[in-house]
């Protein structure tokens, strides 16, 4: 605590507020301070800050920007679909939007360089200014050249500014193999189950208790600790369920403090949550209507995946189980299972050993186009003329995700497919079609 | 148009929009080419009217079937609008979620665009204006994605402003709308367009939540086809959009083809977890394919009508292929062009009235037709010797035996429907479906053939006649109910009839509560029938049940119901014939499934081989014409390589090949046999065998190879 409060160079007020608004993270937000120096001082000129999701670091940086008035821009990088975009801003941020529309149609790095540089003469930086880089990670995905000038853009346009990057990845898995400036790193460790109790504890429904919220969420982190420790998501969860938890309070059947009542209460409840809204197959909102509603009738509410069936046309179903079957049977086989008259092949040869079952442990495989239809002609049971609608169904099942291309778009000369759906999938559709397909699966011979 | 290029490749050559074609309207092309040309005007109009009839008629049942699940998409929409509004703990404390309608339409992607138009042209209506549609083939990267959103959302917008809107639009940061896309110049605009409401009175506070509605309209974007998405643009958008959640109410829209796994499938939980998902089930297209049938083609009010071989292709691309009512309705577009346009005599394919006038109108070639129709023939083999002489040499006299006999086919499609759907009630639930459980299969066995000569009509009788009573009555009541909507003489007398025999199973109702028999105690056998699945097992019964039968005496309900059964078999007998059996059928009736089958399920490769074996068959030129199947050496230098190729095997030596291909091209030239130069390689002969061969690797028959030098691959099996 008494790191954060005392910076020089930063009012110790507004000090105050911003540790009242970083609980757990007084450590992270100190060194941050110290790094950046006093406000008219030049700063580092890279920070990376890397931490899990929902650490707190947009949270900890938005704070001290705001808190302590520092002149900042942040920029996401999901957002930024041209580099374009994040210049624009960065300009505008700091030099107001006359200056972004300096910038020429398609800016290159060296246009950014320029433009910053000639506002900057105009109007020098009193105190540091900050870049705030959200989603880092995104970054390596553009162009290198990018990451590099970034992190020394103090030295380049020569202002008294720092870029600070946000990432979920550790900073060895971002260094471009050219080399280039190093940062300071910053790890947010995750927060510990008692730091989660604190935070999460200070968003005290306003009629009740703190102690009463408390336990609450020292229930919830009970149940859920387990599998998420994200904050965003379990202040999420606090929310939804907390109604259900003061039922029997507003019942008059437990009084506030009997917290074992209140657990057995809602203990079940949470369980039933942590399988439906906290995978999103119900959605909060039918969650919420769900909890007024009787219990029978919330069991009609099925979750999203238990929608798996697809209705499909009937050749299409037959493509579908031709294309399993050419992606689980090794090509070889084709003439046991699909030739009428395929005369004595011998058992030892035909089944390998290894090869058996582990078909579908290894995934579907590649198999081109005159396959796929040598075997739905020998399983389809009738007649079927080549007709352009046969073709234009497999590209449908492409678009549907029931299959997928292997080769490129553009070859059109023998493409290649995979069958993409499971094997309950494709047993329920040779269901519908009356067609026993584990007869024909090499691996469940 | 020329390229010189020292490259492979293709040109694309866009045509030029100077040159101008004659545009001919829609009737010349109709009149091109169509027999009879005299009628030919009137045909078209007959035609036309008949479309335009069936377009309104399909629209109007798509807005119906779609109705339920807009407006239960519409009240997701403003209920999500309406919580995001609150401002109490639980919606301040919990995640700021995108509300999302997962909307399932089935694989029938043709239609969906229908619904999606009508249910953004109803969310304008009635929720937001500010509605945009993505394709995700125009979406290939987020910036196209953003870009497409944008534009539609704002620009349509622009456009429609009216004049006090215009200032707002100055104000806010024109220069950075051209610049670049991002979600903050779409907030921007939105809080612009939403702060300034016409009818909200700045200075008043909002109290009224109806206003607070208006004044925050939800930001909505439909995905027309989520599979199709790039599924790391979608992850992006998503992202991005919920950063703006707080400023901008979007609500997400998606159209899924399959089945809603498929969001976990695309969307990891970090990205799934920002959305609130909500299902919607659409109507399944083959119920949608049941209306649709019901409204146009079950309907006497539409005079033109697909024979059973029609009918039989249509319903298979349906089943088969494609699933897609758009696709059947266009396959009745185009039975409906081709009847109009090759059958003159579809003068009389319309209303009575008009039927009628136009007989008085035929001309005598039209007469000499309807002298030529099998049915007519058929007809007149009936009638006595003078009559028939009549007929066939008196133009007046025929014109009035064939203005009643289109009396008689306009009565007899008016009784047709209804028996067909009073039978179909009696027979779609019975076990095992005899005759069928969706009303297109029974109908497809009444155009085939006398529906009471078939067996599995027999057998569904007699699964009537052990119905028990309740059922018994609750389907003729039914069956009165169809009636009661016919307006025909014919039909108004059978349900005088049928009210009748109801009245007396209910006399017997009173009768045995007096003196209460076996009978009503004895559960329905039919339902003990249900459980029976193997076909043996059911015939079993079903001979033991005669048995006891005959054994027994028969009680008054037993009775009453072979009375109502027989009442019901007369009238199938009476009503159900087949459209053949009618003269003058083919007036009405559009029998050519070939054509139909040609047009809608094209078979291209069967095609290019009819056209390279037999080039006659395209071409009708009388010098390719051969017997035999073998291809006469002076067809296109295509067909003859084609035909050489056909007997290699899997390699092709390309010398051999230009060599065999020289030798026939020079027969064909008529050069001497003996003579030095016969069957030897020039320089127009290599070339020409080139091209042939090239175009024949580009129809994909050949293809070049590395296996072996100066050889090639074929790429199909079998024989000439
Ligand atoms: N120490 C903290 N005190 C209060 N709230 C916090 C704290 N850390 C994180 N949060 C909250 O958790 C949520 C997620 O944090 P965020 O900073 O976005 O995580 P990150 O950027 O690391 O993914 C935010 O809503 C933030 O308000
Ligand atoms: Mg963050």
């Known amino acids: ?445 | 148009m020329a390229t010189s290029s020292v490259s492979k490749g293709c040109f694309v050559f866009k045509p030029s929009a100077k040159k101008k074609k004659k545009t001919l309207s829609l009737e010349s092309y109709f009149v091109q080419g169509c027999e009879d040309a005299e009628s030919s005007e009137i045909r078209f109009r007959l035609c036309q009217e008949l479309w335009d009839e069936i377009k309104t008629d399909t629209e109007v049942l798509q807005d119906e079937l779609n109705r339920t699940i807009l407006d239960s998409l519409l009240d997701f929409t403003r209920k999500c609008s309406s919580t995001r509004q609150n401002s109490d703990w639980t919606s301040q404390m919990r995640a700021s979620e995108i509300p999302t309608a997962a909307l399932m339409l089935g694989v029938n992607v043709p239609d969906h665009d229908m619904t999606f138009q009508s249910l953004s042209d109803m969310l304008k209506q009635s929720v937001s204006p500010h509605v945009a549609s993505v394709q995700a083939k125009e979406c290939g990267a987020l910036k196209h994605l953003m870009k497409k959103v944008l534009e539609r959302l704002m620009d349509t917008v622009v456009v429609v402003d009216d004049e006090d809107e215009e200032e707002n639009v100055e104000t806010s940061p024109r220069v950075h709308r051209s610049m670049h896309c991002s979600l903050g110049i779409l907030c921007d605009w939105y809080t612009a367009r939403t702060k300034k409401s016409p009818t909200g009175t700045p200075g008043k506070k909002r109290s009224s939540q109806v206003r607070d509605e208006q004044q925050q309209p939800p930001v909505v974007i439909i995905f027309k086809d989520l599979e199709a998405f790039n599924p790391r643009v979608l992850q992006d958008f998503i992202l991005i959009c919920s950063q703006y959640i707080d400023r901008l109410p979007l609500t997400f829209i998606f159209g899924i083809a399959t089945s809603p796994s498929t969001i976990q499938h695309m969307l990891p939980h970090s990205v799934s977890s920002l959305l609130c998902i909500e299902l919607f089930q659409s109507l399944s297209c083959t119920q949608h394919l049941a209306t649709v049938i019901d409204k146009l083609i079950l309907a006497s009010r539409i005079h033109f009508k697909l024979n059973g071989k029609v009918m039989q292709v249509l319903i298979g691309v349906f089943l088969y292929h494609d699933f897609s009512v758009r696709n059947f309705i266009k396959g009745l577009q185009l039975a409906l062009l081709e009847h109009f346009h090759s059958q003159p005599l579809s003068v009389l394919c319309c209303k009575k009235k008009q039927a009628l006038f136009n007989v008085t109108q035929l001309s005598k070639p039209n007469l000499d037709r309807i002298r030529q129709l099998p049915s007519f023939k058929r007809y007149v083999e009936k009638q006595e010797a003078q009559e028939q002489v009549n007929l066939m040499t008196d133009d007046s006299h025929l014109k009035e035996v064939c203005q009643q006999l289109i009396k008689d086919l306009h009565k007899y499609h008016k009784n047709y429907y209804p028996i067909l759907r009073c039978l179909h009630t009696l027979t779609s639930s019975l076990p095992r479906y005899p005759l069928g459980k969706q009303i297109r299969e029974l109908y497809l066995i009444c155009l085939a053939k006398n529906v009471w000569e078939n067996e599995d009509y027999q057998s569904a009788m007699k699964l009537v006649k052990m119905l028990a009573k309740g059922e018994m009555v609750s389907l003729l009541q039914k069956c009165v109910e169809i009636l009661q909507l016919s307006k025909s003489k014919k039909m108004k007398n059978a349900l005088v009839q049928l009210e009748e025999l109801l009245a007396k199973f209910k006399q017997l109702d009173t009768a045995t509560e007096m003196t209460p028999t076996v009978e009503a105690s004895i559960p329905s056998p039919i339902k003990n029938l249900q459980k029976k699945t193997d076909l043996f097992q059911l015939q079993k019964t079903l001979l033991e049940m005669n048995e006891s039968r005959r054994a027994k005496r028969l009680s008054p309900f037993e009775n009453l119901r072979n009375e109502a059964l027989e009442f019901i078999d007369n009238l199938v007998k009476s009503h159900l014939s087949p459209p053949e059996s009618q003269p003058l059928y083919e007036v009405c009736y559009y029998s050519s499934s070939a054509t139909v089958r040609r047009h809608l399920n094209a078979t291209p490769r069967t095609s290019i081989q009819a056209a390279l074996s037999n080039p006659y068959y395209y071409l009708q030129n009388d010098s390719l014409k051969s017997e035999d199947g073998t291809v006469s050496n002076t067809a296109p230098d295509i067909c003859i390589a084609y035909k050489l190729h056909l007997e290699c095997g899997r390699l092709i030596n390309l010398y051999d090949w230009l060599e065999a291909y020289s030798t026939v091209v020079s027969a064909a030239e008529g050069n001497d046999q003996d003579s030095e130069n016969f069957g030897k390689v020039d320089e127009v002969k290599h070339a020409r065998f080139i091209r042939a061969v090239s175009a024949l690797e580009f129809l994909g028959f050949i293809k070049s190879t590395k296996q072996k030098t100066d050889h090639v691959a074929r790429l199909t099996w079998g024989g000439c």
């Open chain 1, 1 to 445: 605590m008494t790191a954060l409060l005392q910076h020089p160079g930063y009012d110790e007020e507004r000090l105050k507020g911003v540790a009242e608004k970083l609980p757990c993270r007084e450590v992270q937000a100190g060194m941050l301070l110290s790094l950046m120096g006093q406000p008219h001082q030049y700063s580092y000129p890279s920070i990376f800050i890397y931490g899990h999701r929902a650490s707190g670091k947009s949270h900890v940086m938005h704070v001290l920007m705001k808190e302590l008035e520092l002149s900042h821009a942040t920029v996401s990088c999901v957002e930024c679909v041209s580099i374009a975009l994040l210049f624009e801003q960065v300009l505008l941020s700091f030099f107001g939007c006359d200056a972004a529309s300096l910038l020429p149609r398609s800016p290159s790095l060296s246009d950014f360089v320029r433009v910053y540089r000639q506002q900057c003469s105009q109007s020098p930086a009193k105190q540091t200014r900050y870049i705030v880089m959200e989603k880092a990670e995104l970054l390596r995905d553009t162009d290198a050249s990018l990451l590099s000038a970034l992190l020394r853009l103090q030295e380049l346009v020569e202002d008294n500014v720092t870029v600070i990057l946000l990432s979920e990845i550790a900073w060895d898995k971002f260094r471009p193999n050219t080399g280039c400036f190093e940062p300071l790193l910053l790890h947010f460790p995750d927060y510990s189950k008692s730091e989660l109790q604190q935070i999460l504890s200070q968003n005290v429904h306003p009629s009740y208790s703190a102690g009463f919220y408390s336990a609450y969420i020292n229930i919830l982190l009970g149940v859920f600790y387990s599998v998420c420790r994200d904050l965003r998501e379990l202040r999420h969860l606090a929310a939804l369920n907390f109604s259900k938890f003061c039922e029997p309070l507003a019942e008059g059947k437990v009084k506030e403090t009997d917290t074992h009542k209140l657990w057995k209460h809602i203990e079940p409840h949470l369980k039933k949550a942590m399988q439906t809204v906290y995978l999103r197959e119900v959605s909060s909102l039918q969650w919420e209507q769900m909890q007024q509603m009787e219990e029978e009738e919330a069991g009609a509410l099925r979750g999203l995946s238990a929608h798996t069936h697809v209705e499909l046309p009937y050749y299409s179903k037959f493509l579908l189980i031709a294309a399993y079957l050419a992606s689980y049977n090794p090509a070889r086989t084709d003439k046991r299972f699909f030739l009428k008259h395929h005369g004595k092949i011998r058992k030892t040869n035909f089944l390998k050993k290894n090869e058996k079952t582990s078909n579908h442990l290894l995934g579907p495989k590649p198999f081109p186009l005159d396959r796929l239809l040598a075997i739905f002609y020998s399983v389809v049971d009738s007649r079927v003329a080549p007709t352009a609608s046969i073709f234009s169904q497999i590209s449908s099942l492409v678009t549907l995700q029931l299959l997928a291309q292997v080769s490129h778009d553009d070859q059109l000369d023998a493409p290649k497919y995979k069958c993409a759906v499971s094997l309950d999938f494709i047993c329920a559709i040779a269901r519908t079609v009356n067609f026993d397909i584990v007869k024909y699966l090499y691996d469940f011979l």
